[in-house]
């Protein structure tokens, strides 16, 4: 494989693109799938940090409908990425991949509470360091924790994986015209109306000058093909 065009990136994975075909819960076929590429990642001497969603298991005010306080239906969803993150590093260290597991809540029983100090020296170490509980606070996703990490780590590129393979003019499932970009600015983005995350993870991306490439998980050698610097998915810049 040629030399890969970033050194330190920061992967969000949708926690639903864990799930596989099963859509809810946890596939651990397609797991470690994704490990097995982290591990190539790493051989690479890419440095990988990795967020997770939580919406395999609960999405915090859309799932709880309005029956629960948004501060704390937001709270499970950061336990639930929490939980995805323990799956994924486990599977990890079970194939000898090493990694850890940083929260932004305190559960010093599961999980070390981040520092951006810590983190960036376990990447330097060649770990594949794991970003849980998103920002630690209510009311932002886990795009918002996935753009705030990789610019408090200084990751070259936001490597989005999500269960579509880039940006498009319209919903592709709804609109059969929508055309689908290669490249595209955050302030055309915008313009368009085109939410693929949510307007503060957005923002804040465009404010650091952190490129975003979405692409689908659903080959994770995706990952790989993005190192290679070919032509996958859509380039946010």
């Not at 799930?19 to 001497?45: S, Y």
């Not at 999405?59 to 799956?87: E, I, P």
């Not at 790989?224 to 946010?236: A, D, K, P, S």
Request: glycine residues 10%.
């Amino acid at each position: 494989m040629s030399e890969p065009v970033y050194r330190r990136v920061l992967l969000k994975l949708s926690g639903e693109a864990l799930a596989g075909d099963k859509g809810a819960g946890l596939d651990f076929a397609m797991i470690a799938r994704v490990c097995d590429t982290l591990k190539e990642c790493l051989n690479l001497g890419v440095q990988v940090g990795l967020v997770v969603g939580g919406g395999n298991f609960w999405r915090g005010a859309k799932n709880s409908g309005g029956s629960m306080v948004r501060a704390r239906a937001d709270h499970m969803g950061m336990l639930a990425t929490v939980m995805n993150c323990l799956a994924v590093a486990d599977v990890c260290e079970q194939k000898g991949i090493p990694a850890e597991v940083y929260s932004a809540l305190s559960m010093p029983a599961v999980a070390n509470l981040y520092t951006r100090r810590d983190a960036v020296r376990q990447l330097e170490q060649g770990k594949v360091v794991l970003f849980a509980a998103g920002t630690g606070s209510p009311y932002f996703s886990t795009d918002t924790g996935a753009v705030l990490r990789a610019a408090e780590i200084g990751a070259d590129v936001i490597l989005l994986a999500k269960n579509i393979d880039g940006v498009y003019s319209a919903d592709p499932a709804k609109d059969p015209a929508a055309v689908r970009y290669d490249k595209i600015s955050y302030e055309e983005m915008l313009e368009k109306r085109l939410m693929v995350m949510d307007l503060t993870a957005t923002s804040m991306a465009m404010e650091n000058r952190i490129p975003v490439l979405l692409f689908a998980l659903k080959d994770p050698d995706n990952i790989l093909r993005v190192l290679r610097g070919e032509n996958v998915g859509t380039v946010i810049s």
